[in-house]
């Protein structure tokens, strides 16, 4: 099943400890994005990822790191967590072109 | 990638047909508009795109007026189960960066 996955699907935390949520894709879709979601805001784009080694930033992309060291993953690395970074959190992909984005199913973070 | 504006919230009656806007009128030549839906905390899911012309498929029908600076997302027959925050996009089909706004929560009504 073509699918894009997301581990942890919830994780609670505390401030300053390093996490990273995975991101994975089987369609072997170029392009990668991340994104949180909080109340009022819609979904607001962290970072993108156009293809193996090709990343930059989004709207929001302070206190996240990402890599694209394999075309299927893109992990989302928070390398100092912060309370403001409690949110929800989706991942995307989609082929090159005018496609479709095809979403993961969220992860939910609290940051304490 | 140009803004979008839409009604923050809609109601339909359950069996009617749904019209939802979109105003884009910054868009550009080159870029698409885009629908996704998003039911709620779910993962959005991708309901229709157009550059030009209308389109139709199995969820939805897409209706862009002739200046591209408009757009309108039908459901033909809404069901309890399209009530969702619907969010109008539109990007460049090869850029990456892309601005979701707040989207239009419908609510179908029994």
């Known amino acids: 099943e073509a699918q894009v996955t997301q581990n942890p699907r919830y994780l609670i935390t505390v401030t300053g400890k390093k996490l990273t949520v995975t991101c994975s894709q089987n369609?072997?879709?170029?392009?990668m994005s991340w994104y949180r979601q909080d109340p009022g805001l819609g979904l607001r784009q962290i970072y993108y990822?156009?293809?193996?080694?090709?990343?930059d930033k989004g709207d929001v992309p302070e206190g996240y790191k990402v890599s694209r060291k394999e075309k299927r993953n893109f992990p989302l690395i928070l390398e100092s967590p912060s309370p403001n970074q409690t949110s929800l959190y989706f991942c995307?992909?989609?082929?090159?072109?005018?496609?479709?984005?095809?979403f993961g199913p969220g992860t939910r973070l609290t940051v304490l | 990638d140009a803004k979008t504006t839409q009604p923050p919230s809609m109601d339909c009656a359950e069996g009617r047909a749904a019209n939802l806007p979109c105003n884009h009128s910054?868009?550009?030549?080159?870029?698409?508009v885009y629908w996704y839906r998003q039911i709620h905390s779910q993962g959005p899911q991708y309901i229709i795109h157009?550059?030009?012309n209308n389109e139709t498929n199995e969820m939805a029908s897409l209706i862009i007026t002739e200046d591209r600076k408009s757009s309108t997302l039908i459901l033909p027959h809404a069901t309890l189960r399209d009530t969702a925050v619907y969010y109008c996009?539109?990007?460049?089909?090869?850029?990456?960066?892309?601005?979701f706004g707040t989207g239009t929560k419908l609510q179908v009504i029994p």
């Open positions: 995307a992909s989609r082929y090159r072109g005018p496609y479709e984005q095809f």
């Open positions: 369609m072997n879709h170029e392009y």
């Open positions: 990822s156009m293809n193996v080694e090709v990343t």
């Open positions: 910054t868009i550009s030549g080159n870029e698409y």
């Open positions: 157009g550059l030009k």
């Open positions: 996009i539109v990007r460049v089909g090869g850029y990456q960066k892309v601005t």
